[in-house]
């Protein structure tokens, strides 16, 4: 079973990164050539703590457990969306994503005891440091390079704007551990377990 952890991302929030799908499915050279980006469903649109991968019954029964206890030595806290960014680069664009202003020191807090339970219960240390972001597209294999390169531009530009200024920030109550059933129409998700936030430890 393939899981990962993550914090939700409350509807009303989901509205304005729909919205921002939408603004930006509208740029000249997407409007041309459409297929360059396969766009998340935005009921999907999650921030990514730690992605595990394939999980067996007893390291998930061991992360459930672990879990619970992080979040019990956790506050809640508030996070917002700011910039758009990517990974790999613009000239070698893979995954266009929305940053988190400030990056919170609670999140990171939260990020780092979750990669260390990860760790203890066996999986490999994350190779890459944590860049809190939620993936809004990603290209399509073998997209043409003329389209990609136009389509990394235009966005490119737009990523110098501090998209979200006001009303795009919200309240982290909870740690999800959620199941991924990759399939041909995207992955599926489905909840495992939901640990509140409540620093009574």
């Known amino acids: ?21 939408d603004r930006l499915r509208e740029l000249p050279a997407l409007r041309e050539r459409p297929s360059v980006l396969r766009w998340t469903n935005p009921d999907n649109l999650h921030l990514t703590l730690r992605f595990l991968g394939e999980t067996e019954t007893s390291r998930r029964n061991h992360l459930q457990n672990g879990l619970a206890n992080i979040a019990a030595r956790h506050a809640p806290f508030t996070l917002a969306l700011s910039h758009l960014g990517c990974f790999r680069s613009w000239s070698n664009l893979r995954v266009l ?16 005891d979750v990669e260390s339970l990860a760790r203890r219960v066996g999986f490999a240390p994350e190779r890459n440091s944590f860049s809190p972001h939620i993936t809004l597209a990603r290209t399509v294999r073998n997209a043409q390079r003329p389209a990609l390169r136009a389509t990394s531009e235009q966005l490119r530009r737009l990523a110098e704007e501090d998209l979200f200024q006001t009303g795009a920030d919200w309240n982290v ?13 995207g992955a599926q998700y489905s909840n495992l377990a939901t640990c509140a936030l409540t620093d009574k430890a």
Do not use: C, N, Y
Not at 1 to 21: C, G, N
Not at 173 to 179: A, D, M, P, S, V
């Open 1 to 21: 079973m393939r899981t990962f952890v993550a914090i939700e991302i409350p509807r009303d929030v989901k509205k304005q990164l729909r919205a921002e799908q």
């Open 97 to 112: 994503w929305v940053g988190i202003r400030s990056e919170s020191e609670a999140l990171q807090e939260l990020q780092a």
């Open 173 to 185: 109550g909870e740690l999800h551990f959620i199941r991924s059933v990759l399939g041909r129409g």
